[in-house]
Nanobody, 115 residues
């Protein structure tokens, strides 16, 4: 099993940047796909970025060109670089992975984009 915890959230102005981190412990996730999800107030949780064990990436259309997902397998870390932030990016952001058929989630970190 693996434990996940996010960090790096906060309050930023529109157009600003944040880098979210997700630290994994208990078990390596180097051989597993991983992703970032977000849940905005009153909305369903959505997957915003996905990275395979081989570092292929996917982004939801609304964040393409602004967000970059990456991983450092040696450090058991997952990252989300967010640039050009918009008020509609405001949400709780969660990291996720699946090992041996079991889903693992971090507790989330709040990102607020406000002018």
């Amino acid at each position: 099993q693996v434990q996940l915890v996010e960090s790096g959230g906060g309050l930023v102005q529109p157009g600003g940047s944040l880098r979210l981190s997700c630290a994994a412990s208990g078990s390596s996730f180097s051989g597993a796909d991983a992703s970032w999800y977000r849940q905005a107030p009153g909305k369903q949780r959505e997957q915003v970025a996905f990275i395979t064990s081989g570092s292929s990436t996917y982004y939801v259309d609304s964040v393409k060109g602004r967000f970059t997902i990456s991983r450092d397998n040696a450090k058991n870390m997952l990252y989300l670089q967010m640039n050009g932030l918009k008020p509609e990016d405001t949400a709780v952001y969660y990291c996720h992975t699946r090992l041996r058929g079991i889903n693992y989630w971090g507790p989330g970190t709040q990102v607020t984009v406000s002018s």
